[in-house]
């Protein structure tokens, strides 16, 4: 079911998608040409790619606990490392963007929701200008993230463990702005708008939230068909992956489906 939805929106994606020769709004011709399009062909970061290399070489095991759903890697508690390494985390090239991304706006506030290996999160925290904080409900999952942050020295980052829909009102009425959110864990249509409406309150002009897995099925596809048209919304750029969603008033209301 799934995989033909999928099928059906990359075609779509794919009748639809824009270069830059199409794009008129200074704002988002600057965007995709300076962030979005600046892809590397070498790992612009080898020594994450290293640890990216060294957990799918891995032959350990661990043991889930589910919290959310969109696991494409196995359906039982028991999942492998390297699975989850080559399966069901950013692929670097997505990772390089966030990185990028948050580069480039100077984001202090960065939040990620679904840490997993932690992989993605050494992307995220980058700039040390950051401050980032992932949120991860699976308890040996968190182990291994905060092991890979502690290894690495990265002090502007911080695990969050628990389960998002209890952790997250938590820490939003304690950081009253969000500047950057990967939205990546519970991939359900409940699930994305809840996290959707919350950051809401906590967002800034120049705010930018990235959702996962927008076309994995119609629970997803709805959500962010929802996201997308919401007032307080101005750009989104589909990238069919992930869209990206800014809030910057002084922009006129436009979703772009770019190709990346
Ligand atoms: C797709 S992975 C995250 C990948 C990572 N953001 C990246 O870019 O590589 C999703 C993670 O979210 C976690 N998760 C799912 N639902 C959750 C929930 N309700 N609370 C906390 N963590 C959750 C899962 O345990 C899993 O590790």
Redesign the pocket.
């Known amino acids: 079911m799934s995989f033909i939805h999928q099928t059906f929106s990359y075609f779509n994606y794919w009748l639809n998608e824009e270069n830059e020769h199409s794009l008129h709004s200074p704002f988002i011709y600057e965007l995709y040409k300076k962030v979005i399009l600046d892809t590397n062909r070498k790992p612009l970061f080898p020594d994450i790619e290293k640890i990216r290399e060294q957990f799918a070489l891995s032959t350990n095991t661990i043991e889930?606990?589910?919290?959310?759903?969109?696991?494409n890697v196995s359906k039982n508690n028991q999942r492998k490392i390297s699975d989850?390494a080559t399966k069901?985390?950013?692929k670097r090239k997505?990772?390089e963007l966030?990185e990028r991304l948050i580069r480039h706006f100077d984001y202090n506030i960065v939040v990620?929701?679904?840490?997993?290996?932690g992989?993605?999160?050494l992307y995220l925290s980058k700039n040390k200008d950051s401050r980032v904080f992932?949120?991860?409900?699976?308890p040996s999952?968190a182990a291994i993230a905060s092991a890979v942050f502690q290894g690495n020295e990265k002090t502007n980052t911080e695990v969050i463990e628990?389960?998002?829909?209890q952790?997250l009102p938590l820490f939003l009425n304690k950081y009253k702005k969000v500047d950057f959110a990967?939205i990546?864990?519970?991939?359900t249509y409940k699930?994305t708008l809840a996290y959707f409406n919350l950051f809401l309150s906590h967002i800034s002009d120049h705010t930018c939230l990235v959702f996962?897995?927008i076309h994995m099925n119609g629970e997803m596809e709805k959500a962010w068909n929802e996201i997308k048209s919401h007032y307080q919304v101005t750009v989104t750029i589909d990238l069919f992956q992930v869209g990206l969603v800014f809030f910057n008033p002084e922009i006129r209301k436009q979703d772009f489906i770019l190709t990346f």
């Open positions: 889930v606990v589910d919290l959310g759903s969109g696991s989850i069901g985390i950013s997505f990772s966030y990620e929701l679904g840490t997993s290996l992989v993605n999160t992932t949120f991860e409900g699976d999952l628990g389960n998002i829909d952790t990967l990546d864990a519970n991939h699930a996962d897995d």
